[in-house]
């Protein structure tokens, strides 16, 4: 269901994956954590969370314990997380306990390996662990191209109505307008925009 790969190291086996319970497992990576800079996780897509669910990710720094990195679930099958020099005492999620067990069992060099966990659980309860400024947390789906489509009609009528005011309403293919008026339109449109902090003066447009 899940594959790892670290910035720069040959995608882990499938038997590194770890699992503690039916909605806990974890990768062990064997490699220096201080050699660890960025890793990344994804979906296999042969086995697609329940409705409603997701997988938390917490990575382990030994000595210092598990902080959550972000998240990952069926509209956002893959991400990539930064981790050098990320690690706040703060941030450890709900997982801390789950997985507390599973670095108590490790001996000899084992002790120093890092873990990435996974913990699958509803979407409401995995967005509670994100910190806010998360560039990993729930997004909004990309505009479809239909919705590209309609935007950029209201702002061609919009930009047809600003040049029609300086040509006295005539429609004729023959109209010349200046190349500052389109200057001023612009200018005219961004200041809207900041202004009202987003598009929605286009709904207006006829």
């Given at each position: 269901m899940f594959g790892c790969v670290i910035a720069g190291r040959p995608l882990l086996p499938p038997s590194s994956l770890t699992q503690v319970d039916p909605t806990h497992a974890y990768f062990a990576l064997p490699f220096p954590p201080s050699t660890i800079n960025h890793i990344t996780l994804f979906l296999t897509g042969d086995v697609p969370f329940p409705p409603g669910f997701g997988a938390s990710?917490?990575?382990?720094?030994?000595?210092?314990?598990?902080?959550?990195?972000?998240?990952?679930?069926?509209?956002?099958?893959?991400?990539?997380?930064?981790?050098?020099?990320?690690?706040?005492?703060?941030?450890?999620?709900?997982?801390?306990?789950?997985?507390?067990?599973?670095?108590g069992g490790m001996q000899g060099p084992e002790e120093q390996q890092a873990l990435?966990?996974?913990?699958?659980?509803?979407?409401?309860?995995?967005?509670?662990q994100l910190p806010a400024s998360t560039s990993t947390a729930l997004v909004k789906p990309a505009p479809s191209v239909a919705d590209a489509a309609v935007l950029a009609e209201k702002m061609v009528k919009h930009l047809l109505n600003y040049l029609s005011g300086f040509t006295g309403g005539a429609t004729g293919g023959n109209v010349m307008v200046p190349m500052n008026m389109f200057m001023k339109w612009y200018e005219n449109f961004i200041g809207k925009i900041r202004a009202s902090g987003g598009i929605g003066f286009l709904e207006r447009v006829e």
């Open positions: 990710v917490h990575f382990f720094w030994p000595g210092k314990g598990f902080q959550v990195l972000g998240m990952v679930s069926n509209e956002k099958p893959s991400a990539v997380f930064r981790v050098r020099g990320t690690f706040n005492m703060g941030e450890g999620g709900g997982a801390q306990g789950v997985f507390g067990g599973v670095n990435l966990g996974l913990a699958i659980e509803p979407l409401d309860v995995i967005q509670a």
